[in-house]
């Protein structure tokens, strides 16, 4: 099937904006047009591609099965473009990265400010969100590359690089100070209302087999889908739950949450930075990737913590 490249750059901007006007404002086109076009090509792919309603259209599913990878492509044609057309390769361009809440606050946020004054005219996109879906999106080429938090089964095809080791706590709000000063069972503590990542989420899925080859099935009774969503419900005694360590630590200074101690062990956690091996990096998302693996070599050179 010989298709015209440009009707899938139409196909692109009509799929962004939702609105055949404002898709072809932007291409510096006219609607009839950009209908046109997309007709040829529904005509050229045996299928509907968009449905009209009252506010503007929409893709049907066969329409969001092509944006999908249409999305991917478009993006890499302009970082491509954006770096033959720069002085300095290194300096410009646009990096998009994957990163999970806990990885974003853990590692990622402390080298923005010095990567970004290093190197000012590059644009990071950062897409926060659960280690499957991140994986997900590095797996289809949407993203330069991921920042994950384990437990995460590492393809053949991925590179993975240590950033750091975790650990977490089980912490709650004022309310439930008494039981600061005893050291809870699993048992014991699946008779108070825990809060917990949603089950999307790496972090619910470590939590449950942890519990269930203890022999205890433990349901959330909230479950949020970020961490930063976590800390303000514990702290307003919704419930307890079991957070990063180094991001329950202001508010344990501030004691607006009590730390409960608990009787077991549980495992550290890690933080992946992770690429597809099969799949090239633009120079400025190698230079991104390659500064954040300069700092890791660097804290563990001095054996310091990030």
Do not use: W
Not at 181 to 193: A, C, D, F, R, V
């Amino acid at each position: 099937m010989n298709v015209n490249f440009e009707y899938y750059k139409v196909f692109y901007f009509v799929a962004k904006y939702g609105n055949i006007t404002k898709a072809a404002a932007a291409l510096g086109s006219n609607q009839p047009n950009v209908t046109r076009i997309i007709k040829l090509l529904e005509a050229q792919l045996n299928c509907r591609l968009f449905i009209r309603e009252a506010r503007g259209i929409r893709l049907t599913e066969e329409g969001k099965i092509l944006y999908s990878h249409v999305e991917v492509a478009y993006s890499h044609l302009l970082n491509a473009q954006e770096e033959i057309c720069g002085q300095d390769m290194q300096r410009c361009g646009t990096v998009t990265i994957g990163a999970t809440e806990t990885a974003l606050h853990l590692f990622l946020l402390n080298f923005l400010h010095d990567f970004k004054m290093e190197y000012p005219a590059v644009r990071i996109k950062i897409y926060n969100q659960s280690t499957p879906e991140t994986v997900k999106h590095l797996i289809s080429g949407r993203f330069d590359f991921a920042v994950i938090t384990t437990p995460f089964e590492v393809p053949k095809s991925f590179s993975a690089v240590k950033a750091l080791d975790f650990d977490e706590i089980l912490v709650g709000g004022t309310q439930y100070i008494n039981l600061c000063n005893t050291s809870l069972t699993l048992e014991e503590i699946g008779k108070y209302p825990l809060i917990g990542l949603g089950r999307e989420s790496a972090t619910y899925r470590f939590y449950k087999d942890f519990f269930i080859q203890k022999g205890i099935d433990l349901e959330l009774d909230m479950e949020v889908a970020t961490s930063d969503l976590m800390l303000p419900l514990i702290e307003k005694n919704l419930g307890i739950g079991f957070v990063p360590e180094k991001l329950a630590k202001p508010l344990l200074e501030e004691e607006k949450l009590v730390r409960i101690p608990f009787g077991f062990h549980i495992p550290s956690r890690s933080i992946l930075i992770v690429s597809d091996k099969g799949r090239g990096r633009s120079l400025t998302a190698d230079t991104f990737y390659k500064f954040l693996r300069n700092k890791i070599n660097f804290r563990e050179e001095r054996g310091n913590d990030i």
